[in-house]
């Protein structure tokens, strides 16, 4: 009778819609009020350099919640800064900078992927094997990344100078797209696509909607989260690569508010951190309406206050659009 | 819908209210200030004047900002965001130096005239300005502690973080200068790190108290230390018992001034200093020189020390302390 | 009392009937207590309930039946004053009242619900004088409990029905209670107020005969105190053991009522669903082919021991007990979920050890759990992906991307093979009634082409149309040569649908029966003899 209607598709589409329109708004919004350096060459290039740190993070915050089971993963930022300060320690002693700077950069973001998938890995285990909650597993390993990173750099950053090929990978622009934000969308699109297409992706959102149904279907709880919970470090330790690109610099405490801000992205693209849905083009364009917003902000000499208050605001209009209540309105169970 | 319709007018409003400085006159030239962290009294005062310097000044529009975070990662976004506008100087208090060495070179190659202040350890400046030489700071807090504890017991200090330049270099010229003239005091857990929060400094000084009950002498490090050690000392009840100096606001360390909980504080006038900043960003701007022996306008900084810095910029260098304790904290208001 | 009419659709009556009907000019004390008159409800512009007219009168017992999805819900939440109608009016006494929760209750309409809506953390009598308190309040029950009233309340309640009084019982929390007894606390609550009306629904789904025949004395004590007692029950059977009269809807309308008595099981079902249905014996094929399981003293330590039996291909076997006797664990343990630690299995003649649900699914046997809402179905995702949901790996491309084309194939054709009604197969499964969600998770297992299934309580809150779709489902399975296990507590869907039942107790095999040759009563017998 009545049980017929689209209900989910109506959800899906709306969150879509609001971000896309948000994004469309805050542009408008900023050309009008800060001008049209907004939207010039630089500007878009500077802001999208600053969108693959925070995006990757937020990407693995979103697989985590999607996962169930309470999943988060709070080690983002401690996995990304000690996988650039280990391979800043380490990969000077084999190849040196100056003579081959191609191979540094390779072997640079080689190591840095290591780190990422063993620190993964480790909170993969935690929580699949140990039967730890996801949110104390992570914190757990996020204050322990850290505390490896400032042992092990004595507290200070490490320079690491001027490298041309990782310089060029964080700020050089290619038929005017920045290049590590090329490879941030194309992972972005990768994980997307296997989210929705691949088996994996198939039973990780259903794991998310209902574990124990999952289990009784046969699907392997643990192996599904130790996979998650390894790309979201690998995300991490990628975010890491990029943040030492272009700052030619890494430090342990580099970026402490991203942990927070990658679980605003996460919430605000609609990820349920009960589990069972959120899809990733949301994410990027919540990503993308949050960087936009505070670059704004930051053209018009507004404190960042009052960025954290619109990036509230924002959330809160997103969620009051999200919001359904329309299974009873609309089912009234009979 | 409704709520994306009320969503554009806040964000038109908030930003129409706040754009009072950005209209530009034709030709002005515009100097921003990138402070620490947004909303610290500290900066507040520094506010003043940067304002007051706009206010005086033909030809030129000044104004501050700062993350609300005390993360390298918000303050290196800040001033990409910056370059990104356009602005013609920008007068920087890095959080921590080197992680904004490659952000301000791309400011300079931009061709923004780039000052920094407590950053005498920066390649990718033009000028750093220091209110004073460090290490006679460090010396000063230092022989001012080693009076009141009768130059013997032991002592610790406390910094903003590792990575601030400035409290490091006067923590560390402050253990030298004990070392080197006050053979009976011992220096035990140097340089606790208080993240520029009060709290932070008023647990950790708990926590040595509580480990070191000989402790006869603490130097603050960041403006708020002292208000959280001194609140630690009042509890303890060790008004009197323990000598307490540092740097501070004088109107947020009055009440332990006052209590004799904090015995006195040396500072610098931020005011002082933020007007110094951006005549110093506006003379870069017009090409002035700057040469030895100076005079800048302002009490303390009348004859400029000019030396080179660490990499093509100069460090200049004025004598601008003041102490302030409860016989003459009246005289100075904020 | 309107003479019972018989209009199948649409009711006649002019629905635009304006709502301020004048209310009888006096209420007599021989008029019906309870009066519904032309009421409408519709939902997001769909009708749940159409022209309603419905008469309670005091000390009567009334069934309200009907498919899942007819409108008996709706039609309670109205009475009790959760919904208000869109157009038609309630009277109660003989005068027109507007409905509220609380103003239901001091009217004397108290409601047991399925869920039984008991605060677990609180006492027994806490629970049992709850609506007498929540009414005696007014609704401000934080400030005015009055405790000495609540203990007499509760214990006067608990006596009625048959609960015991003591201190210590009235102290326990809801929440350590069995689900039987948690289902008489409810009750308790019921009548613990004075009621005029008592509105039940699913009463007895936990219950055991005994139990159920000691509710229905109590029943007949109410009906004798002058209060009228409203059934809505799936269980024809006991419908017309505990008799008085009936009420059938379909589709939002009512189609039919009557005396109980006056009316065949197969005649109420007809009326419910529109179609006739054989209720007597759906398994009419031989049985026996070639042995297909074999369990040779299997045991999980707690739950079972020793138990052993065989299956063979195109065959029904039923296994029940009470809720203590294993039956449900060896289900479990047959599928992987509680993996057996002792005795072994063997499937078409290879022995198999089942630790984990994917090695049942791999050895070819299909599941369907016994509670489909949290062990079956992912909820809020389409239908299509329950169905395929175990079978994921096989519709990928050779690029690893899982075929959609294939996926939406397969979907479709289960869904028409198990005549599963959905509008959209994309829609969420959670909106599908629970007779095709049932026949969506009996689809899932066959999606991995099982040589036995396993069903767990397959129509447990599945209404009469559907019951009969799921039966001859089973019955097909067998006759393409699966082999069947029915795990069940329903004896009339065991006796109807097996070749032999088994009868556990205490974790043990206590008999088998064949199920030709047994009757309810033996088996009830069966079940519940001590050792």
């Known amino acids: 009778m009545l049980k017929g209607l689209l209900v989910g598709n109506v959800v899906v589409d709306r969150q879509l819609n609001f971000l896309v329109s948000v994004n469309v708004l805050v542009l408008v919004a900023a050309v009008a009020i800060a001008g049209t350096s907004f939207v010039n060459v630089y500007n878009l290039q500077s802001m999208a350099v600053q969108i693959p740190e925070l995006g990757l993070l937020g990407i693995g915050v979103a697989l985590a919640m999607i996962a169930g089971n309470g999943g988060i993963d709070l080690s983002g930022i401690a996995v990304a800064n000690l996988s650039g300060i280990v391979a800043a320690l380490l990969v000077p002693m084999w190849v040196s900078a100056d003579d081959s700077p191609l191979i540094f950069a390779f072997v640079f973001g080689g190591v840095c992927l290591c780190i990422g998938i063993v620190c993964g890995l480790i909170n993969g285990l935690l929580i699949s094997r140990a039967g730890l909650t996801p949110i104390i597993a992570t914190l757990g390993t996020s204050m322990a990344y850290s505390g490896i990173s400032v042992v092990v750099s004595n507290g200070s950053g490490i320079r690491l100078g001027y490298i041309e090929p990782l310089d060029d990978f964080g700020h050089m622009a290619v038929l005017g797209v920045p290049i590590c934000f090329a490879l941030f969308i194309a992972i972005a699109a990768a994980i997307g696509v296997a989210l929705r297409f691949t088996p994996f992706g198939v039973r990780l959102y259903l794991l998310g909607s209902n574990a124990k149904a999952a289990r009784y279907a046969g699907f392997s709880q643990s192996g599904l989260q130790l996979v998650t919970y390894t790309i979201s470090g690998i995300l991490a330790s990628i975010a890491g690569l990029i943040i030492a690109a272009r700052i030619s610099s890494v430090k342990w405490d580099y970026g402490t508010s991203y942990v927070l801000i990658a679980i605003l992205i996460a919430v605000m693209a609609g990820v349920r951190p009960s589990g069972g849905y959120g899809r990733i083009v949301c994410v990027v364009l919540s990503t993308t309406a949050l960087q936009m917003l505070s670059s704004m902000f930051n053209f018009l000499d507004i404190s960042n206050f009052f960025r954290d208050f619109a990036w509230g605001l924002l959330l809160l209009a997103f969620l009051q659009i999200s919001r359904i209540d329309l299974r009873s309105r609309l089912f009234g169970k009979s | ?178 070392a080197k003239k006050y053979p009976d005091m011992k220096l035990v857990s140097a340089k606790n790190e208080s993240f520029n929060d009060a709290n932070t400094a008023y647990n950790k000084a708990k926590e040595l108290l509580k480990k070191f009950p000989d402790l006869k002498g603490i130097e603050g490090g960041s403006a708020v230390d002292v208000i959280g050690i001194g609140r630690a000392v009042e509890e303890a009840g060790l008004v009197g018992k323990i000598c307490v100096y540092g740097i501070g606001m004088p109107n947020d360390t009055s009440r332990y001034l006052k209590s004799g909980a904090v015995n006195g504080i040396s500072l610098w006038d931020p005011k002082d200093a933020g007007f110094v900043m951006n005549k110093i960003a506006h003379m870069l701007v017009d090409g002035t020189e700057f040469k030895e022996g100076m005079d800048l306008g302002v009490p303390g900084y009348n004859n400029m020390h000019v030396k080179q810095g660490p990499g093509k910029g100069i460090i200049v260098t004025g004598q601008a302390w003041i102490d302030v304790n409860k016989d003459n904290l009246d005289k100075y208001n904020f | 009392m309107e003479p019972g009419y018989r209009a199948i659709g649409m009711n006649s009556q002019n629905p635009s009937r304006s709502e301020t009907v004048k209310a009888e000019p006096e209420a007599t004390a021989t008029g019906p207590f309870l009066e519904l008159r032309g009421i409408h409800k519709r939902f997001a512009g769909v009708y749940a309930l159409r022209g309603i007219d419905l008469t309670i009168e005091a000390g009567e017992i009334y069934h309200l039946m009907g498919e899942n999805g007819c409108g008996k819900s709706t039609l309670i939440k109205i009475i009790s004053g959760a919904l208000s109608p869109d157009e038609g009016s309630i009277l109660i006494g003989g005068r027109e009242v ?12 108290e409601t047991v619900y399925q869920d039984l809506s008991l605060l677990p953390n609180l006492s027994v009598a806490e629970n049992t004088a709850l609506s007498q308190q929540l009414v005696e309040s007014e609704g401000r029950l934080a400030r005015r409990i009055d405790r000495a009233r609540l203990m007499d309340t509760a214990v006067k309640a608990l006596a009625a029905v048959g609960l015991p009084t003591d201190a210590r019982f009235c102290a326990t929390a809801v929440e350590e209670l069995p689900i039987a007894t948690r289902q008489l606390v409810a009750i308790a609550r019921a009548i613990a107020t004075d009621a005029k009306l008592v ?239 049932q026949r969506v998770l009996i689809g899932r297992g066959l999606t991995i082409d099982p040589k036995l299934f396993v069903l767990h309580g397959p129509t447990v809150g599945v209404d009469v149309g559907s019951k009969d779709t799921i039966f001859r489902i089973i019955q097909k399975l067998a006759g393409d040569g699966m082999g069947v296990i029915l795990v069940s507590d329903d004896m009339p869907e065991l006796l109807q649908n097996c070749d032999r039942i088994i009868v556990m107790r205490k974790g043990m095999i206590a008999e088998t029966f064949e199920a030709e040759n047994v009757d309810e009563d033996t088996l009830y017998h069966s079940l519940l003899l001590e050792r």
Request: charged content about 20%; overall charge neutral.
């Open chain 3, 199 to 437: 509105i039940m629904d699913e009463p007895t789904s936990a219950l055991t005969r005994r139990e159920v025949e000691n509710l229905i004395g109590v029943v007949d004590r109410l009906r004798a105190g002058g209060v009228a007692v409203l059934f809505v029950s799936h269980k024809l059977d006991e419908s017309k053991s505990i008799g008085g009269r009936f009420i059938v809807m379909r589709d939002g309308a009512k189609v039919m009522e009557g005396n109980i008595a006056d009316h065949s099981k197969s005649e109420l079902s007809y009326w419910m669903t529109g179609k006739t249905l054989d209720v007597a014996r759906y398994r009419h094929a031989a049985h026996g082919g070639e042995p297909l399981l074999e369990v040779n003293r299997l045991g999980r330590t707690g739950a079972f021991k020793d138990v052993s039996f065989a299956l063979a291909r195109g065959e029904i076997i039923g296994i029940t007990g009470l809720l203590d006797s294993g039956r449900n664990e060896l289900a479990r343990a047959l599928v992987g979920v509680n993996p057996a630690d002792s005795g072994t299995i063997q499937l078409a003649g290879r022995p198999i050890t089942l630790r984990r649900p994917i090695d049942a699914i791999d050895a070819g046997i299909g599941y369907v759990p016994e509670d489909r809402l949290s062990e079956g179905l992912f909820l809020e995702k389409p239908v299509r992906s329950n169905i395929v949901a175990e079978v994921l790996g096989q519709l990928v491309d050779r690029f690893g991307k899982i075929d959609v084309g294939r996926s939406r194939t397969l979907a479709t054709k289960i869904a028409a093979d198990l005549q599963i009604v959905a509008a959209n197969l994309d829609n969420p499964v959670q909106s599908l009634s629970g007779g095709n969600q």
């Open chain 3, 98 to 109: 507007v409905l509220s929760p609380i103003g239901a209750l001091s009217a004397g309409v």
């Open chain 2, 1 to 178: 819908m409704a709520t994306m319709k009320k969503l554009a007018v806040c964000a038109l409003l908030l930003g129409s209210v706040f754009t009072i400085g950005t209209a530009l006159a034709a030709g002005n030239k515009t100097i921003v200030t990138v402070v620490k962290l947004a909303g610290e009294t500290w900066f507040t005062r520094m506010d003043q004047g940067v304002k007051d310097y706009g206010v005086k000044t033909a030809g030129v529009t000044t104004s501050e900002i700062g993350p609300g975070k005390a993360d390298a990662a918000q303050q290196e976004r800040l001033i990409e965001d910056l370059i990104a506008r356009g602005v013609d100087a920008i007068a920087v208090v890095p959080f921590d130096p080197p992680m904004l060495e490659g952000v301000l070179k791309r400011a300079m190659d931009r061709g923004i005239k780039v000052m920094t202040h407590e950053a005498n350890n920066l390649k990718n400046t033009q000028v750093d300005m220091e209110a004073f030489d460090n290490a006679a700071f460090g010396a000063h807090f230092n022989d001012q502690l080693a009076d009141c504890m009768g130059k013997s017991g032991t002592w610790t200090s406390f910094v903003g973080s590792l990575g601030s330049l400035t409290h490091v270099q006067w923590a560390d010229a402050s253990a030298a200068n004990a």
